[in-house]
Nanobody, 122 residues
Framework: QLVESGGGVVQAGGSLRLSCKAS????????MAWFRQAPGKDREIVIG????????HYADSVRGRFYYSRDNALNTMYLQMNNLKPEDTATYYC?????????????????WGQGTQVIVSS
């Protein structure tokens, strides 16, 4: 089970840190990702982390502003979001995959959190 938290309303230029806590198996057994879905739009990957070597994929729109980290002891991963923009407004989801590659499509992820909403006001 994956449980996200940390969403909220923030002004443009502000920061938020999202958390995703896993119960059960360790994150180290999976590839991981943060996705987001804005109203009326498809779900898109924000950051993907490859299972084998933790290589990361960043969406162009967040590169240099969003960062991934993980606390193995807490079995929790984080999404630090800086310099937020109104276009970052979306529901954010964490997800895991058993793939050894670094898939960027949501169809390759088998477990999902419930999502946490982020609203960035201008």
């Amino acid at each position: 089970q994956l449980v996200e938290s940390g969403g909220g309303v923030v002004q443009a230029g502000g920061s938020l840190r999202l958390s995703c806590k896993a119960s059960g198996r360790s994150f180290s057994n999976y590839g991981m990702a943060w996705f987001r879905q804005a109203p009326g739009k498809d779900r898109e990957i924000v950051i993907g982390i490859r299972r084998s070597d933790a290589v990361r994929h960043y969406a162009d729109s967040v590169r240099g502003r969003f960062y991934y980290s993980r606390d193995n002891a807490l079995n929790t991963m984080y999404l630090q979001m800086n310099n937020l923009k109104p276009e970052d407004t979306a529901t954010y989801y964490c997800a895991v995959t058993q793939s050894w590659d670094l898939p960027t499509s949501e169809v390759d992820y088998t477990r999902w959190g419930q999502g946490t909403q982020v609203i960035v006001s201008s």
